[in-house]
């Protein structure tokens, strides 16, 4: 069983529509939890960066981190077709130090 | 500078022959990482830096890979006698040591390895 769990995708949705990825995971001791967005042939771009439990905003993303359930998540509103690209979890340790664990990626395409 | 830096963007080498891929870190930052991208977006972390120490090099494959991090050049990982799957993405990020807290992982866009 893989430490991170994400969907693969594809997802497609409408341009507009909120759109929602998550991923799962099996290590309590993750303290530190990001979302990447990987464009091809590109390197992941950091979204959003949470300690802990609780809920961050930035502008259309929000990202929310439940450590009883071991889920995390990634809201997109009003999605735009430049939104369109690979959507990466990754967490890791205390300590900014330590090595990211990433989930598989969730391919996202968003439609006008 | 402003971005991590990775050169070269494609590499292309025949089975066994040695590859060397470079990294510049952001300028400041004192922990550098490799990751291996392979099929599907899976990412496999190789190594870490802290300044030019070995932070953690469990993810390393020891017989064929190294990696360096020395002062006032970039880092370099090098893959001896390769084989076909080290075809992949070699990713570098890197990230700031502070006293207020952790820092995130920034990326550069990668090179590509082709074995042929």
């Known amino acids: 069983q893989k430490e991170v769990e994400q969907d693969p995708g594809p997802l497609s949705v409408p341009e507009g529509a909120i759109v929602s990825l998550n991923c799962t995971y099996s290590?309590?001791?993750?303290?530190?939890f990001m979302w990447y967005r990987q464009y091809s042939r590109k390197g992941p771009e950091l979204l959003m960066y949470t300690y802990s439990s609780g809920n961050k905003e930035d502008g259309r993303f929000t990202a929310q981190v439940d450590k009883s359930s071991k889920y995390i998540s990634l809201f997109i509103r009003d999605s735009q077709p430049s939104d369109s690209a690979t959507y990466l979890c990754a967490m890791h340790l205390s300590g900014g130090y330590n090595k990211l664990i990433f989930g598989a990626g969730t391919r996202l395409a968003v439609h006008p | 500078g402003e971005e991590v830096a990775q050169t070269p963007k494609h590499l292309v080498r025949g089975e066994g022959q040695k590859a060397k891929l470079y990294c510049a870190p952001i300028?400041?930052?004192?922990?550098v990482f490799w990751y291996q991208q392979v099929l599907k977006n899976e990412f496999k972390f190789l190594i870490s830096?802290?300044?030019?120490?070995?932070?953690?090099e469990t993810g390393m494959p020891k017989e064929r890979f190294s990696a360096k991090c020395l002062p006032n050049s970039p880092c370099s990982l090098e893959i001896q006698a390769t084989k076909l799957e080290d075809s992949a993405v070699y990713f570098c990020?890197?990230?700031?040591?502070?006293?207020?807290?952790?820092?995130?992982?920034?990326f550069g866009d990668g090179t590509r390895l082709s074995i042929l």
């Open positions: 290590n309590s001791a993750f303290q530190y």
């Open positions: 300028k400041g930052h004192s922990y």
């Open positions: 990020a890197s990230s700031q040591s502070t006293g207020a807290g952790n820092q995130p992982q920034h």
């Open positions: 830096f802290q300044n030019e120490n070995v932070f953690d």
